[in-house]
Structures are given as C-alpha cells and as structure tokens.
C-alpha cells in the first residue's frame, strides 16, 4: 500500500499558476503508474493527468493538454503537477492516486483503476 498526500491548493485568479505535490510513502515500483484526478461539486471524479513512474509515459486530459504538466522526482517520492493558464472551470478538489497493477494506457483514465488515493487538495480558480 502507498500512503499519498496531497499539497499545493489555493484560491487564485484566472491565468496564473499552481503546482500541486504528491508525497508518497512507502515503496514505489517503476510498473507504478501516478494519477491525478479532480471533482468538482457535482460532478464525478475526473482524470487530469497520469505519469508511469518510469517517467516515461505521460498523458493528460484533453481539457488540460498543453496547459498542466505532471513530472515526478524520484529522490523525494513526489509526483507535481503544474498547472498554468488556470481556468475557473478548473476549479476543483484535485487528488493523487497511485495504480500498483497497471493494465496499460487504455486503463488508466478510470478512477477505478487506482489502488490508493490520497486525501485531496482545493484549488479555486477565480474569473
């Protein structure tokens, strides 16, 4: 099991930036696939972003693409994402989610694929 926390929320105006952080406890393996996600109110769950812990694949939602940015550091077990050009459509409860058992690309948009969640972090984005 991996223990996830997230950081980095606020309440900002339209057009500027946030970097949201995942801290993970325990070990991740490189198979390990890091995801965030987002509700807002009334809505479902939301994939935004997701990044193989090999770093090697990324992928985003098409309402993110070119805008959010997910990386990971593998010294301080932290994935970010950068978030820029902030929308008030944007505005959400975002959290991180880390899938021990990746069944591929084709997955990994579904909330449900995901074994450990973390707790969630506001942002609030104002027009």
């Known amino acids: 099991q991996v223990q996830l926390v997230e950081s980095g929320g606020g309440s900002v105006q339209a057009g500027t930036s946030l970097r949201l952080s995942c801290a993970a406890s325990?070990?991740?393996?490189?198979?390990?696939?890091m995801g965030w996600f987002r509700q807002a109110p009334g809505k479902g769950r939301e994939f935004v972003s997701c990044?193989?812990?090999?770093?090697?694949?990324?992928d985003y939602a098409d309402s993110v693409r070119g805008r959010f940015t997910v990386s990971r550091d593998y010294a301080k077990n932290t994935v970010y994402l950068q978030m820029n050009s902030l929308k008030a459509e944007d505005t959400a409860v975002y959290y991180c989610?880390?899938?021990?058992?990746?069944?591929?690309?084709?997955?990994?948009?579904?909330?449900?694929?995901?074994?450990?969640w973390g707790p969630g972090t506001q942002v609030t984005v104002s027009s």
């Open positions: 325990g070990r991740i393996f490189s198979n390990y696939v």
């Open positions: 989610a880390a899938d021990r058992n990746s069944r591929g690309s084709y997955w990994q948009t579904l909330p449900s694929e995901y074994d450990d």
């Open positions: 990044i193989y812990w090999n770093g090697i694949t990324t």
